[in-house]
Each structure stands twice: as C-alpha cells, then as structure tokens.
C-alpha cells in the first residue's frame, strides 16, 4: 500500500522524512525488512493454523477415544500459543512487526509513503466467523476446548462450531498474505526505481569525469572568439550602412518650391 505523505508524524505513524537520497534508501532497506519479516510471519501463521485445520477434522470423528482427543487438543493448544507468539513477532530493532491500532508509514520517496506490514487486529483478531469477529488464537483454543468437553452431545456441537471457525482462520490467513504479498511488491518496485535512478546518476557522474576540462574550455574560449569577431562585423557594418546614407543624403540637392 502507498501513501501520500502530507504530515511527518516522526514517533507513533510513520517514519520522519529526510527528503535527501541516502534516508530513501535507508527507509527502503527498512521497509523491505520488515515486509520481509509480515510475510515470514505470515507463512508460519498459515502453516500453523493449515495444521489446526487437519486437527479438528480428525477430532471431529465420533469414533476417536478420548485419549486420541485430548493427544489433539493437547497439539492444538501449542499451535494457539504458537500463533500467539507470532502476532507479538518483533524487527530487528525490537519493535512490534505487527502494530497495534496503524500501520508504521515509510517515507520512500517525496510525498510517498509505503505500509511494510498490517496491523495485528486485522490480520490476528478480527477474523469473520459466525459469531463475528474473533482472535485467530482464542479460535484454536477453543478447538482444544471443544475436543476435551465430557458430555458426548456438547462435544460434537462444539468441534462442529470449531470445524467452521478454524477454517474461517485458515482463509483469513490466506487473504492477509495475499495483502502483504501486494506489499512487498510495491516495496521492491520502489527498490527497483531506486537502483535505476542510481544507475543513471552514475553513469552521468561517470560521462562528467571523463570530460576533458582543458578541451571544453578551449572549445568555450574559441567560440567566445567567434561570437566577439561576429559582433564586431556586425559593428562595422552597421556603420557602413550609415556613412552611406549620409552621403546619399547631403549629395541630394534640395528641392526647389
């Protein structure tokens, strides 16, 4: 995603904008590093709550014993604290990866900004169930609550609520890595500008330095020369012109009336 940046906030939403080279390929670096660190976040997450998927399937079979359902629920409790761990994810300078309530804007270039990674409401706590909207977490541990319940009938309504919210979550997931697929995308087109524009500025660095000072300056000093030849031509044939008019006029005898 792209802002267009009309007020440098600095603490809190977005990045302070330096307006010079070296901070856009600074902010860049950042914010491919951290859209790297959403979408690693992500993959896991997915991978995690794919694996729940298959947990509470199987725990939906009515002939498991009940030590079969507690081995799952027991597996489907480490992926809730798992899933958990992931949504506190840190960057590398100790932040949260997923922030609370905004998205961090970078400044990548004038007036434009780029969202690195999504909040951790809406890719953790705000996945659309049934029951409206719940923590991707809380809906695994409930899975592990719904396959522990004693009573025969209350179970298999629960794990019958928790087949249909684990899969919500699945998909869920898998939306909130298509987006921040987008975004890593527009990250390294940003990236991929950059390095253009450096290119080209080198090569005009490099077609400066090769210049021949001493022979521009000659060329400069020669045509000076021809400019100043030509002016004086001019000069002298503008006065010319006019001594010759002159003449014409005083050897014009006057009219008589």
Known sequence: MVEHVTE????????????????????????????????????????????ANELIIAGANGTLSATNRAALALELRAIAAEISGLKDSRDAR?????MSNFSLQIPVAAGLAVTAA??????????????????????VTAAAAALEAPNATLRAAAIASSVAEVAAGAEHVAAMRGQQGARGARVDQ????????????????????????TEVIARLQAADLTLKAAQA???????RTHCSTS?????TPPVRR
């Open 118 to 139: 999504g909040t951790r409401e809406e890719v953790f706590e705000n996945v659309p169930t049934a029951g409206g909207p719940r923590d991707l977490a809380a809906i």
């Open 247 to 251: 003449r014409a006029e005083l050897a």
């Open 8 to 51: 440098n906030h600095g603490v809190g939403g977005s990045i302070p904008s330096l307006g010079t080279t070296p901070s856009w390929k600074s902010n860049l670096d950042l914010a491919y590093a951290l859209a790297v660190g959403a979408d690693t976040a992500l993959e896991a997450t997915s991978n995690a709550t794919l694996r």
């Open 190 to 213: 940003f990236i991929e500008r950059s390095e253009t524009r450096k290119l080209h500025l080198g090569e005009e660095r490099i077609a400066l330095e090769s210049t021949d000072v």
């Open 233 to 239: 031509g001019f000069s002298r044939a503008s006065i």
């Open 94 to 98: 100790g932040n949260r990866l997923f």
